[in-house]
């Protein structure tokens, strides 16, 4: 049901009018007038000084206004359609998707409403000037639930005289397929509101780490300890798609430890958590990841550690090939990375196999304990658990891999299911608990998030329900985690309030993004919401409807707003 913004006049009348009997307002049912029209355009309107009054029955009610029993205003914006119009059909006389959702008359299309918010005033607006408020929301333009708007966007200005400025009409055109994306972005529907503010905090951090000295880029494996100790990156994704980066976030590297989680969420996403445990534990080890060393039950600790990352690997597939394994999590990987950058690093590969030697020891170990399902060629596997450690990917695509854990298993830039939500809250379980190696207890008492570090340098960080980062920088502390890539997750929980008890009563302020202006959360909702109901809610909730000068208005000096409501008061 529709609601509308009353003034006081007319709360004090839907208060007065609520208590009438039922039979009074049957027998009154047929004096009542029609809706009266607000629109500027319509030749009903009244000023507000003119409204008359009438009593029906001792209750006094307003002789162009239906009781609130009955929807009571008709407006109109500049495109609508009067209810009394015969509404357009096509070819073969259905109605078209846009008469349907404007079939009453009473509300605005939200093409036109963000036509208005852009364009300020004016009749045309130069297409640079969209891309550039788009980018301000965190959305891209590569965006893949944008592409049918920036592919029109490109064909659109073909045929404009300038190739650059777009009227109302073809602008409509354009931003028509993904309208309702584009309005939550631009109304500040998504879970990040201020995201330019948000940004600017992000390369802060990033500019205080990228000071640090210290830590030794792993040489263990000989291809690792080529890259440069000054590389250091930082991408994010949030659950609504809203991407930023800074540094050096377009260089491949390999994930090393950080597929771990990754291959572990395949695991219970095609089997189910029972299974997968009756090989491996989840308990924290307290020892280094290489450890050869079992729980009490003979199974490894975790599958955060390396025994129990190669248990893991070993559950993937079993009764597949190598090479099909391989394009199986290949596949997998690209679909939580919204098919942007996942690729495979062959040199790594053959350099881990060559320096593998602990590894095959743990292997082996494994194969005497029996730890691996029945069946299982435990030197195939090892080769399995190099390939799927030489994996490459940028800062920008795991991020978006860590987004759609944050999200529930769903990417955000692609509206897909990846993950069942089983395996996601049991690696966000073991991330937290498991996923920093002997850090992981430190991890989880300072920064209060599920991560998960490897010796290239990168740390998978989620902030559940929020976002996804990556930062990524090779130089490693003593325990093998980035060292400015610790700084950094610190220093983010130390500003915003992402730490996982941050958000308990009556606790210590800090800055929350999740809320525009960082203070007080505004009472809208985020998430997806169709067509109608973002419709109304702009509308009505908005009064985005009469143009107004701000001295029109008692309420509301704002110079921003285009279209608002008249307000109508009581008149004795």
């Known amino acids: 049901m529709l609601q509308f913004r009353f003034s006081t006049a007319l709360e004090k009348l839907f208060h007065t009018s609520r208590k009438r009997p039922l039979t009074d307002i049957v027998r009154h049912k047929a004096s009542v007038p029609k809706p009266l029209c607000f629109s500027s355009s319509c030749p009903h309107v009244h000023r507000t000084s003119e409204i008359k009054t009438l009593r029906y029955g001792g209750h006094r009610a307003f002789s162009h206004v239906s009781p609130p029993w009955r929807r009571p205003l008709c407006t109109k914006a500049e495109g609508a359609i009067e209810p009394s119009e015969p509404v357009k059909k096509d070819e073969t006389g259905q109605e078209t998707a846009a008469d349907k959702r404007r079939k009453a008359g009473i509300l605005p299309s939200l093409e036109d409403l963000l036509f208005y918010t852009i364009a300020e005033g004016q009749e045309r607006i130069p297409a640079h000037k969209f891309i550039t408020a788009l980018k301000a929301t965190g959305l891209r333009t590569g965006d893949p639930r ?11 200005l073909k045929t404009t005289s300038d190739g650059v400025m777009l009227d109302r009409h073809l602008f409509k055109k354009c931003v028509q397929s993904n309208i309702v994306l584009l309005t939550q972005a631009f109304r500040k529907k998504f879970v990040i509101p201020d995201f330019m503010s948000f940004a600017a905090h992000i390369d802060k951090l990033y500019e205080k780490a990228k000071n640090l000295s210290g830590g030794q880029v792993a040489d263990y494996i000989p291809q690792l300890a080529k890259f440069s100790p000054d590389l250091w990156a930082v991408s994010l994704c949030t659950v609504d798609g809203q991407r930023h980066t800074v540094g050096d976030t377009k260089v491949p590297f390999c994930l090393q430890s950080c597929v771990k989680p990754l291959k572990y969420a395949i695991a219970v996403h095609d089997h189910g958590t029972e299974y997968v445990h009756r090989f491996i534990g989840k308990e924290p080890s307290g020892l280094r990841f290489n450890k050869l060393f079992l729980n009490e039950e003979d199974k490894p600790h975790n599958p955060m550690v390396n025994a129990g990352a190669i248990v893991c690997t070993s559950v993937i597939k079993q009764k597949a090939s190598n ?16 098919n942007e950058y996942v690729g495979f690093s062959n040199a790594t590969f053959q350099s881990e196999r060559e320096s593998g030697d602990r590894n095959f020891a743990i292997g082996y170990y494994l194969k005497e304990k029996k730890c691996f399902p029945e069946g299982t060629d435990m030197t195939s596997i090892l080769d399995f658990y190099f390939q799927l450690c030489s994996i490459e990917v940028t800062c920008e695509s795991a991020s978006v891999m860590a987004a759609t854990l944050a999200n529930g298993g769903f990417c ?97 302020k800090k800055l929350d993004p999740r809320r525009e202006g960082g203070d007080q959360r505004q009472h809208t909702s985020f998430g997806p919401m169709d067509y109608e109901s973002l419709q109304q809610e702009l509308a009505l909730k908005d009064t985005l409807w009469k143009k107004v000068s701000p001295t029109e208005s008692n309420e509301d000096s704002s110079t921003t707003v285009v279209y608002r409501m008249e307000s109508v008061g009581e008149h004795s």
């Open 146 to 156: 944008l592409k049918e708007c920036m592919d029109m966007l490109k064909v659109t």
């Open 323 to 338: 090479a099909e394994k391989f394009d199986y999590v290949m596949n997998f990987l690209k679909n939580m990375a919204g």
């Open 412 to 508: 955000p830039i692609t509206g897909e299911r990846v993950l069942s939500p089983e395996a996601v809250r049991n690696t966000l379980s073991l991330m937290h608990s498991c996923g920093m190696y002997d850090f992981s207890g430190q991890f989880a008492f300072h920064v209060g998030l599920p991560a998960k570090s490897g010796v290239a340098g990168g740390i998978l960080l989620v902030v559940p329900n929020v976002m996804g980062i990556m930062c990524w920088s090779p130089p490693l502390d003593k325990l093998g985690n980035s060292v400015r890539g610790i700084q950094f997750c610190q220093d983010l929980v130390s500003l915003f309030n992402f730490h996982n008890y941050d958000n308990l009563r009556h606790f210590a």
